[in-house]
Structures are given as C-alpha cells and as structure tokens.
C-alpha cells in the first residue's frame, strides 16, 4: 500500500506508517499516512518561518490563484473526496459530499477576499500628518484540526491563513488524514512555493506539542476538545503567541408549545443525530415546554424508528457509524450514566450488528433529563440527545443559558415575540430559529461563547481578525 507522505518545504517526506481504517468496515484501510517525528515538525516550522517574509509581500493575484485553482479542483472532484472522508470517518455519503462542497466555497470565498484587502485612512489630530492602518499576515500559523469535519475545518483554517500572507504548519486529526492530505496536495499542486503549506500527520503528544513548544510559531488555531484547547493556551501565552480555540459545545434546541411539531422534530433529529452527533454545534438538550412535551417525544421516537444506521457508504443510510473504538465507549458510558441518574430511554441506545465489522450506535433519545445531570452537562459528542422537560418559556430560556458552553442555542416557535427574545437573550455565539443548531454557512462568522471558544471569530471576512495583525503608521509630510 502506498504511504501518503508529509509536506515538508515543498518536499513529499517518509515517516513511520500509519494505518487509516475505516469506522463502517474494520476490514478496510482506507490507506496508509507517515507519521511525523520531532525532527519534521521542527523542519516545517523553519521552512514556513523562511517562506514568511516572500508569501506575506507576494501579489494579490498570486495569492487569489491558488486559492481559486484550488477551489475549482475540490468542485470538480467533490464525490471522490466525499466517498474518501464518508470513508475515513463515517459520515454518510451526502453528508460527506456536503462538506467537501463547503470546502470549496471557502477557498472561492477567500480568493475572492485576496482581492479586496483593504485598509483605512484616518486623519491625525496633528497638521500635515496622516494615518494609515493596514493588515498584515502574522507570521507562521499553526493549524490544529479535528476529525469531525477533515476537509472543512481545515479549509476554513487554511484558506484565510494564505489569503492574508502567513504561511501554514498543519496538524491534521491522527484518526482522519485522507481528507488532510487530499487537500494539501491539491494545495501544493495549485502553485504554492515551497514552505508555505507544510503538512506533519501524526500524534498529539509529538506534532502538536512540538508546534506548542516552539518560539517560531507565531498563531496557533485550534478546533478540539477542552482539556487540549487549555495546553494550546497555556502554551500560547508562554510564547506571547496569538491563539484562538473552538472547542466544547452541549447545545440547547429550545421547542416552545406553539412551534410547528414537524420543524421541530426535523430540527432536533438534524441537530442531535445526523453526522451521528458528532458535531459541537450538535443539539444534546431538547428543552421543552410542557403542553407539546409529549406529542414532541412520541414523534420524535416515532421519526428515529426511520433513521437508517449503517455503513457510511450504502445509499439510504441516515447515520454513519461512531468514529472509533474509544468514541463509541465513551458515548456507551454517557447512556449509562443517564440512567444512572434517572433519565429514561424514550429510543435507541443499542450497539448494533451490520453486514461489516462497524462502530454502530443506534441514536439514543432520553427523557425526564433534569439540566443538573451529567448526560445535560458534559459534551457527549455521540448520537445522544436529553429532552429536559419545562414549564414555560422563560424556565427553557433560564435553562439553554445554565451551561458552562456558548456555542448554538436553538428555538422552534411561530411566536416572533419568543422569537425576537431569545435571539436578543440566548448567551451563544450562534442563534438558530426554526432550524438545527448544526450546520452553518461558509460566508459568516463562527464561534461561540464561555466554555466554548476563545479569540476571534472564525470564516467569513471576520477571519481577518485572527489571521492579520494590525499595523498603523503615521507619516508627516
Ligand atoms: C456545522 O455544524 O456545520 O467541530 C459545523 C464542529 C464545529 C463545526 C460545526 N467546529 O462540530
């Protein structure tokens, strides 16, 4: 089998193989990929270091055709890499497709954004003096990754990274590399010199850690779990470098008696289950009023009855498989400690058996959840969701807020009253009504609040914040 390379100063680099199996069947390798050493990392840091100064100074144009060549290549090769990432992952099928769509519009976006850097002229309090502020790339940034989303987390990492002149160490997820490599292949293809793209796959503890540790890392974007969005932190500081982190989410989808009980079902199935709750912008907290509490649960039961759980690649399949072995015990945990604590199983739970060896869950519905238990508190990031029973508007709003994380909160109702008011009050960086907390578009900003992020927004013009550092200069002629 082919070992799929690092990118090292321009450069395809051995390493200690690793293989990439697929969760729907344990009898497929997806491939094979190097793993970095210290030693690698450490050149890539230096190559982007050297590729700084030329990439940062390079011409629009230069900039705006790579991104868009690569953004053409990703359009026109959308299936392929979709079957790759449903491969590698376990999304379905569509779903895979879906995100390598997005991954293409972000590159075409931020080619579009290459040609439209801007900056501002302001006059001084003095005479004869005047000001100019303008935006420059920040140096070397380092892009750490996780295997939910493998190419369009990346894109929207990587993308604004070139447009605005850094160059990129990148640290894809150790579980998904297919998706990583195909892309930066078709970066390095597209006419990027050399040491402004570099790709390390490999382990947290050795690729990540050596970025964290070095002096020449000038930004580091982070999209993962808490505990390690902190070492990213408490690192970053240590260097005086800029971070930003997207981590943790246990989102509330808030549906209120006068919603319409279709959108709200379909909300709440999107939201919890699809991409197999895989998602931090997944909806885990189904808070809901009263008066439609159990229409809204004998739907739902009845709607996931439908859901078709199995291999990512097979047509008709609703839900893919769990990532990996430790993911599915962990979300086997979490049901058990939700019974524990006297939640119910309206639905699902079960390990389930399909033609090949996978990682099957069938997605799990609880009721009678209180907001105080574990399963309401702790981001399960599986097909899990807890309906938390409320009297009144008020009592779900107070309850979507009670959460250490602010990443989606959502709300089902015809009232534009509740409406308008949860919109105004809901302590999340992202504001769904009448739709899943999950899925978002590629032009506008994305992030959250308190446990959930940190730094500047991410995707859309706003990237501009994270990527650039700000420079004013002052001239008296
Ligand atoms: C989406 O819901 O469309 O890791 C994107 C995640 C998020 C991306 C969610 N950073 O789930």
């Not at 100019?132 to 892009?143: L, N, Q, S």
Request: proline share 4%; net charge neutral; hydrophobic share 40%.
């Amino acid at each position: 089998m082919d070992l799929h390379r690092n990118l090292i100063d321009g450069e395809w680099v051995e390493g200690e193989p690793a293989l990439n199996i697929n969760p729907s069947n344990l009898d497929d390798v997806v491939g094979c990929y190097a793993r970095a050493t210290k030693a690698d990392v450490e050149a890539a840091i230096s190559a982007a270091k050297a590729a700084f100064p030329a990439w940062s100074r390079s011409g629009l144009l230069e900039r705006h055709a790579v991104l868009r060549k690569s953004a053409d290549e990703i359009f026109a090769r959308k299936d392929e890499l979709g079957r790759l990432l449903a491969r590698e992952e376990g999304k379905t099928r569509a779903e895979a497709i879906g995100e390598v769509t997005r991954a293409g519009q972000i590159f075409d976006f931020f080619a579009g954004e290459a040609l439209r850097l801007a900056g501002e002229a302001i006059p001084s309090t003095r005479p004869n003096v005047s000001i100019e502020i303008t935006r420059e790339g920040v140096g070397v940034v380092g892009i750490i990754t996780p295997w939910n989303f493998p190419i369009a987390i990346p894109a929207w990492k990587i993308a604004p990274a070139l447009c605005y002149g850094n160059t990129v160490v990148f640290k894809p997820a150790d579980l998904t590399p297919a998706s990583a490599w195909a892309l930066v292949d078709i970066l390095h293809r597209s006419g990027l010199p050399r040491g402004v793209l570099n790709l390390v796959m490999g382990k947290g503890s050795v690729v990540g850690q050596t970025m964290l540790d070095s002096p020449d890392v000038s930004a580091i974007t982070f999209t993962g779990s808490a505990a390690t969005g902190k070492r990213v932190a408490t690192a970053s500081i240590e260097h005086n470098r800029k971070f930003q982190l997207e981590m943790s989410g246990k989102n509330p989808l808030v549906v209120l008696d006068d919603a319409d009980l279709t959108v709200a079902v379909e909300c709440a199935v999107n939201g919890a289950f699809y991409s197999t709750g895989q998602r931090c912008t997944a909806s885990s907290r189904l808070v809901v009023t009263e008066a439609i509490h159990d229409r809204f649960v004998a739907a739902m039961a009845e709607r996931m009855k439908g859901l078709v759980v199995d291999d990512a690649l097979k047509v008709g399949t609703h839900i893919g498989p769990v990532v990996d072995q430790a993911q599915l015990e962990q979300d086997e945990q979490y049901i058990a400690i939700g019974r524990d604590e006297g939640a119910r199983l309206a639905f699902g739970g079960q390990r389930l058996n399909r033609a090949t060896r996978g990682f099957y869950l069938q997605p799990a519905l609880f009721i009678d959840a209180t907001n105080g238990m574990r399963i309401s508190r702790e981001e399960i990031f599986g097909p899990v969701a807890s309906v938390i029973r409320v009297k009144d508007y008020d009592e779900a709003l107070a309850i979507a807020n009670d959460t250490p994380f602010g990443l989606s909160s959502g709300i089902c109702t015809t009232s534009l009253k509740h409406a308008t008011h949860f919109k105004r009050n809901a302590e999340a960086g992202l504001v769904m009504v009448n739709l899943p907390t999950a899925g978002i578009d590629f032009h506008v900003p994305f992030g959250g609040r308190k446990g959930s992020s940190y730094g500047p927004r991410e995707q859309g013009r706003y990237a501009s914040e994270f990527y650039t550092s700000i420079k004013t200069s002052y001239t008296f002629a």
